[in-house]
């Protein structure tokens, strides 16, 4: 296939930060006396701190507003984040390889200061060429197509000659509806619940290693 570029979801994708995510979200709704577990967080893999926030409020009482809840979690994220956030194998030189062959591009559901806060702690920011977010594009988070639209925008590329690398349900809905040829990472879910990817593979790396043959 013809490839002009590549765009790439952040979490869980390029670090392995999702651990981080659901470590921090159960550890502030614990405090507030709601004891979730790991497989409660998978849902919300993916989706924006926002969207969660607004649903445990709805949901469970929490006499707090959306942005107190949403900044609850951030603090308790990026302390995690400084000390024990790691790139996937072979990220680094992947990304490396890559950026000095065509256009790449982040599109990420993660707030501007999430991702301010991932790439203090993994300066891997220079090798992209555009790097969109949620505040980019809200509210129209993925699964909506917008950030993978705007990305290939944003690095002159038509989205039907591009490839996405994901690992969530809601980023490969996303990059599908934006008319990209989608590759899953088993890295946050099983290949059945992203069955909806042209193609799946074990690690990120693994997925790198497919395009470089293609190229």
Same mark, same amino acid.
């Given at each position: 296939?013809?490839?002009?570029?590549?765009?790439?979801?952040?979490?869980?994708?390029?670090?392995?930060?999702?651990?981080?995510?659901?470590?921090?979200?159960?550890?502030?709704?614990? /405090?507030?006396?709601?004891?979730?577990?790991?497989?409660?967080?998978?849902?919300?893999?993916?989706?924006?701190?926002?969207? $969660? %926030? !607004?649903?445990?409020?709805?949901?469970?009482?929490? %006499? $707090?507003?959306?942005?107190?809840?949403?900044?609850?979690?951030? !603090? /308790?994220?990026? /302390?995690?984040?400084?000390?024990?956030?790691?790139? =996937?194998?072979?990220?680094?030189?992947?990304?490396? =390889?890559?950026?000095?062959?065509?256009?790449?591009?982040?599109?990420?559901?993660?707030?501007?200061?999430?991702?301010?806060?991932?790439?203090?702690?993994?300066?891997?920011?220079? $090798?992209?060429?555009?790097?969109?977010?949620?505040?980019?594009?809200?509210?129209?988070?993925?699964?909506?197509?917008?950030?993978?639209?705007?990305?290939?925008?944003?690095?002159?590329?038509?989205?039907?000659?591009?490839?996405?690398?994901?690992?969530?349900? %809601?980023?490969?809905?996303?990059?599908?509806?934006?008319?990209?040829?989608?590759? /899953?990472?088993?890295?946050?879910?099983?290949?059945?619940?992203?069955?909806? %990817?042209?193609?799946?593979?074990?690690?990120?790396? !693994?997925?790198?290693?497919?395009?470089?043959?293609?190229?």
């Amino acid at each position: 296939m013809e490839i002009e570029g590549i765009v790439f979801d952040l979490d869980g994708t390029l670090v392995d930060s999702e651990p981080l995510h659901g470590q921090a979200w159960l550890e502030v709704l614990k /405090a507030r006396g709601l004891s979730f577990d790991w497989e409660w967080f998978e849902q919300w893999i993916g989706k924006s701190d926002r969207l $969660l %926030a !607004e649903y445990v409020i709805a949901n469970h009482g929490l %006499a $707090l507003e959306v942005p107190e809840l949403q900044r609850l979690k951030r !603090e /308790a994220y990026y /302390a995690l984040v400084a000390k024990d956030l790691q790139l =996937f194998p072979g990220v680094l030189e992947g990304l490396t =390889f890559f950026s000095s062959k065509l256009p790449i591009a982040l599109a990420t559901s993660s707030s501007a200061t999430d991702v301010e806060a991932v790439f203090s702690a993994q300066p891997i920011s220079h $090798l992209f060429r555009s790097i969109v977010h949620a505040d980019h594009v809200m509210p129209n988070l993925k699964p909506k197509p917008d950030p993978y639209l705007l990305a290939a925008n944003n690095i002159g590329i038509d989205p039907g000659k591009a490839v996405a690398i994901e690992d969530s349900v %809601a980023g490969i809905k996303s990059a599908n509806a934006a008319g990209m040829y989608t590759l /899953a990472v088993t890295t946050s879910h099983g290949a059945t619940e992203l069955q909806e %990817a042209n193609q799946t593979f074990a690690s990120t790396k !693994e997925a790198m290693d497919w395009i470089k043959g293609q190229l």
